[in-house]
């Protein structure tokens, strides 16, 4: 697997690497955001990669058996049959639930199996287990082993976690090049994130609301902003108040796709549906959410986001 070189302006933003993959083995890179972005623009297009991005849709309206059925027609798997991969899939229990029904671990779990019918040797998976809770991380990670033995899998994350529970080799791509990490960096890594509380590894954000302590996973965040001095975190409609700064959250979100689009309001990219022009200087970013969302873009952090995304 081959990859090119990117440069921002005048300064090397990614090198030009490449490295083999064989079967049995599971390889994952370790990155930040702009450059898993970067990765994934240059595999996508080629014909021997399967391509599965973060947060990807399923037929939400099909039962979890109709799926399965669904998915071994349209790719024409003669040799297997809905009941024996329901078994296998762990799904039996809820075959005649509906995936919008789903827990959202559980519907990410479903979504993640369409991975299981590509039919091209590679498999490219993007956070492949961020959104999933124990037991699916456990029955998914058993999927990727088994066909690691006729493809090749590549897991493309920034949690290191994510990498160390389901990766055989690991690399680290960042402003120091593309280098493997072996046994004893990912425990002094490992080690600094229980010490430390690094952002890598951070899977919660609390809030306040109504005297209670509420958790959130960050993908469920879809903006935070800052209101006369108090921090505000928008989940699904719903406000709730959080004794972090923005400052303190920005850093810890990073790596989670989150952009500080406006001195005031950081935003999930992942949310973000439309890049919206009022005028030459006047921006805004509009968000696919449960209601109709739209939050500042600062004209100085036009450019930072559109090198983000790679536009």
């Known amino acids: 697997m081959h990859f090119q070189s990117v440069y921002h302006g005048e300064q090397l933003f990614l090198p030009n690497f490449e490295f083999n993959m ?5 390889l994952g890179i370790i990155t930040d955001l702009k450059r898993k972005e970067i990765l994934i623009s ?4 080629h014909s021997l990669y399967y391509i599965f991005r973060a947060q990807q849709n399923e037929y939400l309206h099909l039962t979890v058996e109709e799926l399965i059925t669904f998915l071994i027609n349209v790719t024409e798997r003669r040799d297997v049959h809905s009941t024996a991969l329901l078994e296998y899939f762990s799904l039996k229990e809820i075959c005649n639930v509906r995936v919008k029904n789903l827990t959202p671990s559980k519907r990410t779990y479903v979504t993640l199996l369409r991975v299981y019918f590509a039919h091209q040797p590679t498999l490219v998976l993007e956070e492949p287990f961020f959104y999933l809770e124990e037991e699916d991380r456990r029955q998914f990670k058993r999927i990727i082993e088994d066909l690691s033995k006729e493809k090749h899998i590549l897991v493309i994350t920034s949690n290191l976690e994510d990498a160390l529970i389901s990766c055989s080799v690991i690399y680290r791509l960042n402003e120091l090049g593309f280098q493997q990490l072996d046994i004893k960096d990912s425990e002094e890594d490992r080690q600094d994130t229980t010490d430390q509380g690094s952002n890598i590894t951070l899977q919660k954000i609390h809030t306040k609301k ?7 996973n960050p993908p469920e965040i879809d903006f935070i902003e800052s209101i006369d001095g108090a921090v505000i975190v928008h989940v699904d409609g719903e406000n709730y108040h959080c004794t972090l700064t923005l400052a303190e959250l920005e850093q810890r979100l990073a790596n989670f796709g989150f952009f500080r689009c406006h001195r ?3 935003v999930n990219l992942q949310k973000v549906r439309e890049i919206i022009t ?3 200087n006047s921006y805004s970013l509009r968000l696919h959410t449960g209601k109709d969302n739209v939050v500042p873009l600062s004209r100085t952090k ?5 090198i983000l995304l790679n536009l």
């Open 22 to 26: 064989q079967c049995n083995q599971v």
């Open 42 to 45: 240059q595999l996508q297009n």
């Open 210 to 216: 109504d005297g209670k302590l509420i958790l959130f």
């Open 264 to 266: 005031s309001y950081i």
């Open 278 to 280: 009022w005028t030459k």
């Open 302 to 306: 036009l450019q930072d986001l559109k």
